[in-house]
Each structure stands twice: as C-alpha cells, then as structure tokens.
C-alpha cells in the first residue's frame, strides 16, 4: 500500500515522532497507519528501556485544581536536561499526569501508573513520552489535597518550585492575601505551620546545637548550664520566625508576621511545597563527553 507526504505529516502529528522514524514506519508498514504507529510505539519503548538507567535529576513541578470538587494537585516530574524541562511537550505531560491524578485519586505513584491517560496507562505514556522526547521521564512524587475549604498553588520559575497550600473558614475577597501566603512559602522555606507542629526531638536538637555553641563562647566561660538553657529559651522565637510560617516576617512587609497578615481572612491548614530535584543526584559531565556521546549514539 502507497503512502504520501500527507501520511508521513498525520502520523508525525499522531506520534510525535520524528518524520524520518513515522516514514520509515510507514514504510515498513507497507503504508498502513495503524500498523505503523503501533511499530513506532514498539520502537519507541525499545529506545525507552536503554534509558532506564539514566539520572533524571532536572524536571518541573506542576500543579492543577479542581475547584469544583475541592481536589489540588501538586507534582513533580523528573527528566535528564534542563533544556527539555523548559520546553512546551514536558510541560504538557506534567500538566496531563497531574489531572489525571486528580481524577483518581492514587494512593502512590504505583497506583499512578496503572490509571489512564490518552487511552494508555500511565506507565506506557511516560514510556512513550520518554521516546518522543529522547530523555528518560520519571514521576517522583505528588501530593493531593480534598477539601470543603480554597485550594492556591503557585509555580514559580518554570516548574523549578510549586506550592499548594488549603485554606478554611475564607472570607471572598481575599484570594490576593492567600496567593500571597503561597508566595511566602515558595520563597521563605517554611518547615512547619505553626509552633506546636515543631516536634520534640527537633527542639531538643536544635537547642542542644545552640548550648554546645554558647559554651565556645569566652564570654560564657563561667555561667552555669541553667543560664544558658534559660538563653536558649529566649533565642527560640528567632528559631520558630524560620521555620514556622505563621511566625515568619512577611516577605512584602517585614513588619507583619504572616499571621498578621492573614488575620481573620482565612484559616491556613496545610501547605506542600515541592523544590523540584531536591535531594536528587545530578548528572555530571562535561560538554565535549556529552556531545562525543550523542554523536556515537547517532552513529548505531
């Protein structure tokens, strides 16, 4: 069976395929289309498993709500490139996976994988997508919140942060003061919403940091530990003015503590924030390795 220029086109469209592999397909197909995206789809998790066992340690976070059923999305999906995280097909993958957990509601990325996207299962769309781009995909994690309340989120800089934060008891008209608050986030770094959330066992750690650096202190030479543990306590408002976000100065206004800020607007339950790759290994190589490696590569 004959194909045409026209046919390349549609399954290049179809595919995302590149126009030499879908006229090849083609080809191989003797002309038929279905045959021929199936051959590319086979091809394509072919090239896919050999990269596996690559370092995907760039990406983006994405988010999505569904305002209507009180469902937020926050996600992060890893590829190997900055080059590739920035561009329009990863972000749409991003944007695909995170509604479609949104619809249902996974338990893990494992259960992720088996839902549906585009007509395929998760698993064999990253696969797929891993072979239209060319660098390994991977899902890492993600975050769901259900609610009765107001769900903001905030993507700052591409994908590089994302912020979901829930909010109760809302007062229409401040949705600015609530995207303020995710901006806080994203830029502040909070560990905790407020000060009872701090666990024990990270303030015994931390004032333990404090008593063993104010002991090499000359100056405290001679003041017993009692003084200074009761120092100690005097310096935790500093401490809790980092990592809790309620205690945290505003970041457009230091004068105002968060809570402040917000006041009887709404009441902040939770928040999520994801810095994409964080904690991740990164690949390293030098431009040369890495070019001298593609063109070996282009060569089999």
Known sequence: MAFTAKDVMELRERSGAGMLDCKKALADADGDMEKASELLRERGIAKAVKKEGRIAAEGAVGAYVD??????????????????????????????????????????????NVCTVEGVTVKDYITNMTAVIGEKISIRRFEIY????????????????????????????NEETLHDVALQIAAAKPLYLVESDVPQEVLAKEK????????????????????????????????????????????????????????????????TRFEMGEGLEKKSENLQDEVAKQIEAMKK
């Open 67 to 112: 305002e209507k059923n009180g469902i937020g999305v926050l996600l992060e999906i890893n590829c190997e490139s900055d080059f590739v995280s920035r561009g329009d097909k990863f972000h749409g993958i991003v944007d695909a996976v995170a509604k479609t957990v949104a619809e249902n509601l996974p338990s893990d990325v494992e259960a992720l």
């Open 146 to 173: 259900k609610t009765a309340g107001k769900i903001e989120t905030y993507i700052h800089m591409g994908g590089k942060v994302g912020v979901m934060v829930e909010a109760v008891d809302f007062v229409a008209g």
């Open 208 to 271: 333990e940091i404090m008593l063993v650096q104010m002991q090499g202190d000359p100056k405290n030479a001679n003041k017993p530990k009692n003084i200074l543990e009761k120092i100690i306590d005097g310096k935790m408002g500093k401490y809790y003015s980092e990592i809790c976000l309620m205690e945290q100065p505003f970041v457009k206004d230091d004068s105002q503590k968060i809570a402040q800020v917000i006041g009887n607007k709404f009441k902040v339950v939770r928040f």
